[in-house]
């Protein structure tokens, strides 16, 4: 049981280049989210996807897209990437018994 | 929609004083609130969590307190220990829904050996 993962782990882009993040979670929940984390700041939410098939926008989507693949996997991707979207992105998931939020480790994306 | 205040951002406590950190919510329909910890470079982790039909609920040393009428919740550790440093985030959730969680800016908390 590895819980939620994330690929990669670091990643450095140049400005304009494409990029996904990949999240998987082997914890049979059906609510996914993206986080974004900036140095002082808190947890950001970018998109989430309450169950499979659905996607919503959090409070900062400009610049990103997202996919929920199937009920495992909910991509992150960055059309082409600016140097604001240097940060820490975090996956999660949710479950919806005990409504506990579980995190990924986290990618650390900078962009050149 | 919900927003979340947390205060304060930056906490320092000698080892074995206690620490309190606030949090305050703006819906009433709000029902779970957690809080998670953030050691440096690490992934934030669940510590304790409150339903809105409790509270009070304690883990050891540590407590949370929920009063729904003034909308607001509290992290209590006592006997702080070093390893207690961290960044410490509350948040606001409905419960048994897929629906986003509300996190507060964060709190720096530093234990003085």
């Known amino acids: 049981n590895a819980g939620v993962t994330q690929t990669p782990k670091f990643q450095v882009l140049k400005t304009g280049q494409s990029m996904t993040l990949q999240c998987a979670q082997d914890?049979?929940?059906?609510?996914m989210y993206w986080y974004r984390q900036d140095p002082g700041m808190g947890l950001r939410l970018i998109y989430y996807?309450?169950?499979?098939?659905?996607?919503d926008k959090g409070e900062v989507p400009n610049g990103y897209n997202v996919s929920r693949l199937n009920k495992r996997e909910f991509s992150l991707r960055l059309e082409s990437a600016a140097p604001s979207q240097t940060s820490v992105y975090f996956c999660?998931?949710?479950?919806?018994?005990?409504?506990?939020?579980?995190f990924g480790p986290g990618t650390r994306l900078t962009v050149l | 929609g919900e927003n979340v205040e947390q205060h304060p951002s930056t906490l320092s406590v000698q080892e074995g004083d206690s620490a309190v950190i606030k949090c305050t919510y703006s819906?009433?329909?709000?029902?779970?609130f957690p809080w998670y910890k953030q050691e440096l470079g690490k992934r934030p982790q669940l510590i304790i969590d409150?339903?809105?039909?409790?509270g009070e609920k304690k883990d050891q040393r540590i407590a949370v307190t929920l009063n729904k009428t003034a909308k607001h919740f509290s992290l209590h550790i006592t006997e702080t220990q070093p390893e207690d440093s961290a960044v410490y985030f509350c948040?606001?959730?409905?419960?048994?829904?897929?629906?986003?969680?509300?996190f507060g800016t964060g709190t720096s908390l530093t234990v003085i050996p």
């Open positions: 999660a998931s949710r479950d919806l018994l005990g409504n506990t939020q579980y």
């Open positions: 819906d009433s329909a709000s029902n779970y």
């Open positions: 914890m049979n929940h059906n609510s």
């Open positions: 409150i339903r809105s039909n409790v």
């Open positions: 996807s309450a169950s499979e098939g659905t996607t």
């Open positions: 948040a606001a959730a409905k419960r048994n829904t897929g629906n986003q969680f509300y």
